[in-house]
């Protein structure tokens, strides 16, 4: 069955560029996730989405960094102006069950590479 | 959380030996905690859970063990394969709903 993806796979960019990374969840999972990895570091919570509602966004570092999901399924997440320290794996992530974050199934990431 | 670069916690185990990994967690009201599994270019993926209320948890191969006195979790790996070799992340869920905090991993490198 189809997991969670997530395109582009790999994205450069040039400082001061928008992007929009796109994730596709497991079909019907509700909860809804992204996640930034810096490399060699553990995943780092961004933002939180039940549905299309955008539950928790507290982990975005900064109001350059937006995210949706309006018809709860597909969710997209731009940075505007990218800046080099925004250079990361950046990981979706969707799990079933309304009762968020328990088998959150992941997906391959998109690396981002700001020059 | 701190940042310790490239400098994983590393263990080098030969194939068929058992493997333990361990991480210490932070916040004593976390009530959910999972191991994943990341190979290199791919996303993590879930091993095994445990929830506070139990201290051991078994799956296929793998162990879990929960020590709350010292906010501490250990993932135990039976007869380790090539297979196995990944970084593996601890993760635990506090008080604030649908975020998990990740541990920093470690390096897991099983040799033939």
């Known amino acids: 069955g189809a997991g969670v993806s997530q395109s582009p796979r790999y994205k450069v960019a040039k400082r001061g560029q928008d992007v929009a990374l796109r994730c596709d969840p497991i079909?019907?999972?509700?909860?809804l996730f992204w996640y930034q990895q810096a490399l060699g570091q553990g995943p780092e919570f961004l933002t939180y989405?039940?549905?299309?509602?955008?539950?928790?966004k507290s982990g975005l570092p900064s109001d350059r960094f937006f995210a949706e999901r309006p018809e709860g399924s597909v969710s997209t997440l731009k940075i505007q102006r990218t800046q080099q320290e925004d250079s990361a794996v950046y990981l979706c992530a969707s799990s079933p069950r309304d009762r968020a974050n328990e088998k959150l199934f992941f997906g391959s990431g998109t690396q981002l590479s700001v020059l | 959380g701190e940042s310790v670069g490239l400098h994983l916690p590393t263990l080098s185990v030969q194939e068929g030996d058992n493997s333990i990994i361990n991480c210490a967690y932070s916040?004593?009201?976390?009530?959910?905690f999972i191991w994943y599994k990341q190979e290199s270019g791919k996303g993590p993926q879930f091993i095994i859970d445990i929830r506070s209320n139990m201290d051991k948890r078994q799956g296929q191969r793998v162990t879990v063990l929960l020590n709350k006195t010292v906010k501490h979790l250990s993932l135990q790996i039976a007869a380790t394969q090539p297979g196995d070799s990944a970084v593996y992340f601890c993760?635990?869920?506090?008080?604030?709903?649908?975020?998990?905090?990740f541990g920093q991993g470690t390096i897991l490198t099983v040799h033939p």
């Open positions: 993760a635990e869920r506090g008080t604030s709903y649908g975020k998990l905090t």
């Open positions: 079909s019907g999972h509700v909860s």
């Open positions: 916040n004593s009201a976390s009530d959910y």
């Open positions: 989405f039940q549905n299309e509602a955008q539950l928790d």
